[in-house]
């Protein structure tokens, strides 16, 4: 069982966390902290997502106040990505370059002027999301993870999107059991470094297959070596993700 006072415990230091890397990022713009903050609201969503199907509650609706912060945050993060994975291809134009760090310097000052309003729906979603806590019981835990691991092995065999879609449901699994008793993660009895392992090396080409699609047919694009490349981190995926269901779990 998973007790309220459990949860609101981790919610609490969730939103501490939350609005101290909001703070972090606008004293400095530092990226770091702008990937914490993101972070934090990928735990609360992943937590917020096992509420609502263990219970009638819609704490989900909690959420609608922090999606402007994280998409702004989202668009700076990723132009921020893109012009990290650029450096392995020389060919790239530094006008691309420059479009990119024009997107993410202008994301990020954006998002810098609207802090004030993105504090006060971190606080008002802070104080709704405890107000929704439940006590949620062992067995719908354990349901929740059968079912999502099954629809994470049906995802593994798709591509595009549908592959990006079983990343994100695995890293969920994961923010959710670190906040578990450990009596129940020994239940659940997951192999959490095989799960790590598959949702990074999905991130990997993830990353890449924007560029290819982004940057196709741009004027110096070495296409062929980020198709390549990208056709590498997928058969990377493709090894691991086999026999999903098995290595997901501790033998």
Same mark, same amino acid.
């Given at each position: 069982?998973?007790?309220?006072?459990?949860?609101?415990?981790?919610?609490? !230091? !969730?939103?501490? /966390?939350?609005? *101290?890397?909001? &703070?972090?990022?606008? %004293?400095?713009? /530092?990226?770091?902290? $702008? &990937?914490?903050?993101?972070?934090?609201?990928?735990?609360? !969503?992943?937590?917020?997502?096992?509420?609502?199907?263990?219970?009638?509650?819609?704490?989900?609706?909690?959420? /609608?106040?922090?999606?402007?912060?994280?998409?702004?945050?989202?668009?700076?993060? /990723?132009?921020?990505?893109?012009?990290?994975?650029?450096? &392995?291809?020389?060919?790239?134009?530094?006008?691309?370059?420059?479009?990119?760090?024009?997107?993410?310097?202008?994301?990020?000052?954006?998002?810098?002027?609207?802090?004030?309003?993105?504090?006060?729906?971190?606080?008002? #979603? +802070?104080?709704?999301? $405890?107000? =929704?806590? &439940?006590?949620?019981?062992?067995?719908?835990?354990? =349901?929740?993870?059968?079912?999502?691991?099954?629809?994470?092995?049906?995802?593994?065999?798709?591509?595009?999107? %549908? $592959?990006?879609?079983?990343?994100?449901?695995?890293?969920?699994?994961?923010?959710?059991?670190? *906040?578990?008793?450990?009596?129940?993660?020994?239940?659940? +009895? *997951?192999?959490?470094?095989?799960?790590?392992?598959?949702?990074?090396?999905?991130?990997?080409?993830?990353?890449?297959?924007?560029?290819?699609?982004?940057? #196709?047919?741009?004027?110096?694009? =070495?296409?062929?070596?980020?198709?390549?490349?990208?056709?590498?981190?997928?058969?990377?995926?493709?090894?691991?993700?086999?026999?999903?269901?098995?290595?997901?779990?501790?033998?």
């Amino acid at each position: 069982m998973l007790s309220k006072k459990q949860q609101k415990k981790y919610l609490a !230091k !969730k939103e501490k /966390d939350l609005l *101290l890397q909001l &703070h972090a990022f606008g %004293l400095s713009g /530092d990226p770091e902290a $702008l &990937h914490r903050l993101r972070l934090n609201v990928k735990k609360i !969503k992943a937590f917020v997502q096992m509420m609502k199907d263990c219970s009638e509650k819609r704490a989900s609706k909690d959420l /609608d106040l922090l999606k402007k912060m994280f998409r702004q945050a989202g668009k700076i993060r /990723d132009a921020g990505n893109t012009l990290q994975l650029l450096k &392995h291809f020389h060919s790239v134009s530094a006008e691309y370059k420059t479009e990119q760090d024009h997107i993410r310097t202008t994301a990020a000052a954006e998002f810098r002027q609207q802090i004030p309003e993105y504090r006060k729906a971190g606080k008002k #979603a +802070g104080r709704r999301l $405890l107000a =929704d806590v &439940h006590t949620v019981r062992t067995r719908c835990i354990r =349901d929740w993870y059968a079912a999502r691991l099954i629809k994470v092995n049906v995802l593994l065999t798709a591509s595009g999107d %549908l $592959l990006h879609e079983a990343r994100k449901k695995i890293k969920e699994l994961l923010y959710v059991q670190r *906040l578990l008793p450990p009596q129940i993660n020994e239940a659940l +009895g *997951l192999d959490t470094a095989y799960l790590d392992d598959l949702q990074d090396a999905i991130g990997q080409w993830h990353d890449m297959a924007v560029i290819v699609t982004t940057y #196709a047919g741009r004027e110096g694009a =070495d296409s062929q070596a980020m198709v390549s490349a990208c056709k590498e981190k997928e058969a990377d995926v493709r090894a691991l993700a086999g026999d999903f269901y098995l290595r997901a779990h501790l033998t």
